[in-house]
Every structure is written in C-alpha cells, then in structure tokens.
Nanobody, 116 residues
Framework: QVQLVESGGGLVQPGGSLRLSCAASGFIFRQYTMNWYRQAPGEERELVATIISDSSVTNYADSVKGRFTISRDNAKRTVYLQRNSLKVEAWAVYCC?????????WGQGTQVTVSS
C-alpha cells in the first residue's frame, strides 16, 4: 500500500534553515508528481510546492517563492522541501501527498515551529 512518511520538522530559530523529507513506498515513485502542503492553526491547508516525476518542473506558492526549494531523489524514493531564511511563525504541519489511481494519499505530517 502507498505510504508517505515525513520527517525533519521541529523547533527552528528565525533565519535558520530546515530540510523536510518525505519517504515514499508502495508505488513507483519515479513516475509520479509529488506535492508539499502546509497547514497552520486556523488556516486552510495550502499547496506550497510541486515537483514532477523527473524534477524538470517545479512550482511554488507565491507565499514561499524564493524561500522554499522542492527536490527529489528517485533512487531514494524521497522528496524534500528545503526552507531557508526562516521567518518567525506559529507552528504549521507540513505534509506530502501523491495522487495515484484516482486517489490522493497523504503522509501524517511533520510539525515545524519557527521561534526564538
């Protein structure tokens, strides 16, 4: 079955960097577009970044352009979200997902808090 497991979250100081990972299994990872979403308290879940199967195309929400970088390693079946120049923000949960066979699969998410 499809499994997505995120990691790399935690408490980070403003101005720092963080790399989130999403390890995938149960499907042919290299064939699918992968997405990162985030959800902050009281807000709707937001698509922040997308990367297609061969990494040739990436897209970002306007709110994160220039600060987030999505990448993937098909050999490791993992998609990453690099965050630089972190700003102070309340905690948010970052999840990856994949659409496959008419269904959308989600990981459990990893929580990130940026605070001094």
């Amino acid at each position: 079955q499809v499994q997505l497991v995120e990691s790399g979250g935690g408490l980070v100081q403003p101005g720092g960097s963080l790399r989130l990972s999403c390890a995938a299994s149960g499907f042919i990872f290299r064939q699918y577009t992968m997405n990162w979403y985030r959800q902050a308290p009281g807000e709707e879940r937001e698509l922040v970044a997308t990367i297609i199967s061969d990494s040739s195309v990436t897209n970002y929400a306007d709110s994160v352009k220039g600060r987030f970088t999505i990448s993937r390693d098909n050999a490791k079946r993992t998609v990453y979200l690099q965050r630089n120049s972190l700003k102070v923000e309340a905690w948010a949960v970052y999840c990856c997902n994949v659409a496959r066979g008419g269904r959308v699969f989600w990981g459990q998410g990893t929580q990130v808090t940026v605070s001094s």
